[in-house]
């Protein structure tokens, strides 16, 4: 019996082999064949389990129409637990997907009291600027507010309630309030946008999400089987790991401890990264008799996720560590060198697009 989540709460993974049985999904490693241009993600199995995404890669090889849905929680700083999603933005995007970006300021209203207009000003101002900056061309996304859908959209997330009863809602989410089922509904449309008829009809979709966000996929699943007015393809879902914050813990946007942000200076990333949880010994001698505990390293994991892009150099950090031939010392160095290296070019990089942010919302 899969377990139930809260995706509004907080989840932590010890072990990601053991989720993919516990929530029912499917190892990455039985399709990363077939995954055209292979990116470090897959690599490094940062994206490590999925739900039909070997359908979904059958009609990317084929040359079939097929995008990538996404959206995000505007709730702060753009930090590098959100960069995860922008490169896998870009990764689709340059192997030729339709890319769908959703604020879910609804969702941010109804289950954390953010005004729209707050949710609004942190997704053009944090979110998308980044995306420029990191890449993306987002005159070639549909980047769109749930408060200012169309009225298909609106019509649509309403619709989908026939196909869905309070005794599922209950079996997925546990009890919840209306206001959490009006952000599910809303998100099933999200999910199904791209394949209403305005924008082509059925075709393949995949979303990327944590463990956290797969109650959504599933319904929306189940939603795309029942509902009966339009044909949809069962969208796909990949799955990526958690980075942990820099303290150890959940990495916030409630707390600046536990993340370093894209615009952030470099001194103060440097002194975030020398403060950070290690899995170094607490001895000299018995970390080089020992080794690190390279798994509950969070810089290590900062290296891995972002700032080392060749799979084979973060194999080697890895081996060493675990070794005990570096110590937790230098590898913060190695880290600091890297960050600083990546925010000099794209603080350049936030500069410029500005100026794109002012072309598209003159009125901001």
Do not use: C
Not at 164 to 185: C, F, H, M, R
Not at 190 to 210: A, T, Y
Request: aromatic content about 10%; charged content about 35%.
């Amino acid at each position: 019996m899969e377990e139930k989540i809260d995706p509004w709460g907080s989840i932590q993974i010890k072990d990601y082999e053991e989720t993919i049985d516990k929530f029912g999904i499917e190892d990455i490693k039985k399709v990363v064949k077939a995954i055209p241009k292979e990116h470090s993600m897959f690599k490094k199995k940062i994206i490590y389990g999925h739900r039909d995404f070997g359908k979904y890669l059958k009609a990317v090889n084929n040359g079939k129409e097929f995008a990538m849905m996404t959206g995000m929680m505007p709730s702060g700083k753009f930090h590098f637990g959100h960069k995860l999603v922008a490169d896998m933005i870009k990764y689709f995007q340059d192997i030729g997907a339709d890319i769908y970006v959703a604020v879910a300021d609804i969702e941010a209203y109804l289950t954390r009291d953010m005004p729209l207009e707050k949710s609004r000003e942190i997704a053009i101002r944090e979110y998308l600027k980044n995306y420029i900056a990191l890449g993306i061309d987002v005159d070639r996304i549909n980047f769109y507010f749930q408060s200012e859908g169309s009225t298909n959209y609106n019509k649509m997330s309403k619709l989908f309630s026939k196909n869905v009863t309070q005794n599922e809602l209950k079996a997925i989410y546990g009890d919840i309030n209306p206001g959490k089922t009006v952000s599910v509904l809303t998100q099933a449309a999200d999910i199904l946008l791209p394949q209403f008829e305005e924008n082509g009809g059925p075709k393949p979709v995949v979303v990327p999400v944590g463990i956290d966000q797969d109650p959504h996929i599933r319904l929306t699943r189940d939603i795309a089987y029942r509902f009966k007015e339009q044909k949809f393809i069962k969208p796909s879902s990949i799955y990526t790991k958690f980075m942990r914050g820099l303290t150890g813990g959940k990495m916030s946007s409630s707390d600046p401890k536990s993340y370093i942000a894209l615009d952030e200076s470099i001194e103060s990333a440097k002194k975030k990264i020398d403060s950070a949880k290690t899995g170094g010994k607490q001895s000299l001698k018995e970390h080089r008799e020992k080794g690190a505990d390279v798994e509950k390293d969070v810089v290590f994991e900062l290296l891995a996720f972002n700032l080392i892009e060749d799979d084979e150099r973060i194999k080697q950090i890895y081996r060493k560590y675990d070794k005990g031939e570096i110590l937790s010392g230098e590898l913060k160095q190695i880290a600091k060198e890297k960050i600083e290296d990546f925010l000099k070019k794209h603080h350049k990089k936030l500069d410029e697009a500005e100026k794109k942010i002012e072309e598209m919302f003159p009125q901001i």
